[in-house]
Nanobody, 117 residues
């Protein structure tokens, strides 16, 4: 059974940094994508970043380019989202998902990031 779990959220001041972690288990494919999404209060869920586990390709939303970095540790089945220069508008629940080659997508329960003075 595929499981996805995020951690690392919290309260941070504007300009600060946080690192989110996404741990997966039960994935039997070599080729899949791990994505980070976020949903702010009253807004739709939006894509933040994703990484291809097979080829390491990375993508970022324009709103986070230059501030966020996605990285993976295959030995730990973990994908990280390093978030720097955080802004109040980055406040949201951040979700991780695993998009598998069989067309199925598995989501974590989310971790709250609050950027406030």
């Amino acid at each position: 059974q595929v499981q996805v779990a995020e951690s690392g959220g919290g309260l941070v001041q504007p300009g600060g940094s946080l690192r989110l972690s996404c741990v997966t288990s039960g994935i039997k494919f070599d080729n899949y994508v791990i994505g980070w999404f976020r949903q702010a209060p009253g807004k739709e869920r939006e894509g933040v970043s994703c990484i291809g586990i097979n080829d390491g390709s990375e993508r970022y939303a324009d709103s986070v380019k230059g501030r966020f970095t996605i990285a993976r540790d295959d030995a730990k089945s973990t994908v990280y989202l390093q978030m720097n220069s955080l802004k109040p508008e980055d406040t949201a629940v951040y979700y991780c998902c695993a998009d598998l080659a069989d067309g199925k997508t598995y989501w974590g329960k989310g971790t709250l990031v609050t950027v406030s003075a």
